[in-house]
């Protein structure tokens, strides 16, 4: 059985009611924001190693007229930690296990990275569920890449005393820092936080997310689509992926953007997604 408990959480100004869920694998962390209006809900679906935060600046731009609606997957935010791997699938499963119990039925998805594979799953795998489909970055990846990212992302390092293992994600997100101009230091804080609140597997979703056949699946993919191209850490595998994608595919290169889009142009990006989803 789904069980819901729902609370009124004074994020912004607008009202967010936050639900915590049970699913097949655990409790979900979901936010709404908005009132329901005549469009579908809005899913935005977050990159690994961060939760649904990463939205919050473009939520308010996004839920004008609309429900947004905000997981946090499960094993990151405050829903629940996992017991082991499991493929991309079981976690799109758990994900629409959250929206069954809230009444969510048809809707539009937005996801990065890992939540990019997941709405490729959503709408191919689930397809009736899903409108309009968009993504930032194809995660399609070489065999010579994959072998080089599974030896990137693995176990972290375990505790130390002088805190080196602190260090270790802090200089994790300094890398993507330096790469974009925009970052705060408040940014960096958020990011190495959410990324120690999934440790120490938050690798495991990574991992999924290799093994997920995207290439063969983005063909398949029969809704409206866009694609949101920022030159990031996936813009190589972006490039791969190209060639995958259906002919009615939107592409939409952002040479100017790196990893952290939704904060360091929130407003452009927030256009950008209700051009496409009207």
């Not at 408990?5 to 655990?26: F, S, Y």
């Not at 329901?36 to 731009?61: E, I, K, N, T, Y």
């Not at 070489?142 to 293992?165: I, M, Q, V, W």
Request: aromatic letters at 10%.
């Amino acid at each position: 059985m789904v069980h819901r408990n729902a609370e009124r959480h004074p994020v912004t100004d607008d009202d967010t009611i936050r639900h915590l869920i049970q699913t097949r694998h655990g409790a979900m962390h979901v936010r709404v924001t908005g009132e329901q209006d005549d469009a579908p809900p809005l899913v935005l679906l977050h990159m690994s190693p961060l939760s649904g935060r990463m939205f919050d600046r473009v939520v308010p731009l996004l839920a004008r007229g609309r429900q947004v609606v905000v997981p946090d997957r499960l094993g990151f935010g405050y829903s629940d930690r996992l017991a082991e791997r499991m493929p991309l699938s079981e976690y799109a499963l758990a994900t629409l296990d959250a929206f069954d119990a809230i009444g969510v039925r048809q809707f539009d998805v937005v996801g990065i990275h890992t939540g990019s594979t997941e709405a490729v799953e959503l709408a191919t795998a689930h397809a009736d569920r899903i409108r309009r489909v968009g993504i930032v970055a194809i995660p399609v990846f070489t065999e010579a890449e994959l072998a080089a990212f599974k030896g990137h992302y693995f176990e972290p390092p375990e505790p130390a005393a002088d805190g080196s293992h602190l260090t270790w994600v802090w200089e994790w997100w300094r890398e993507h820092q330096q790469k974009q101009p925009g970052w705060t230091i408040e940014l960096m804080h958020d990011r190495a936080v959410d990324h120690m609140d999934s440790w120490p597997f938050f690798w495991w979703t990574y991992h999924s997310v290799f093994d997920y056949p995207i290439a063969d699946r983005l063909a398949r993919v029969e809704q409206p689509f866009l694609v949101l191209a920022p030159h990031d850490d996936l813009w190589p595998q972006t490039q791969n992926g190209r060639q995958y994608l259906p002919e009615h595919a939107q592409f939409l290169e952002l040479p100017h953007l790196a990893l952290e889009i939704f904060n360091v142009a929130t407003e452009k990006v927030a256009g950008c997604v209700e051009e496409f989803l009207a």
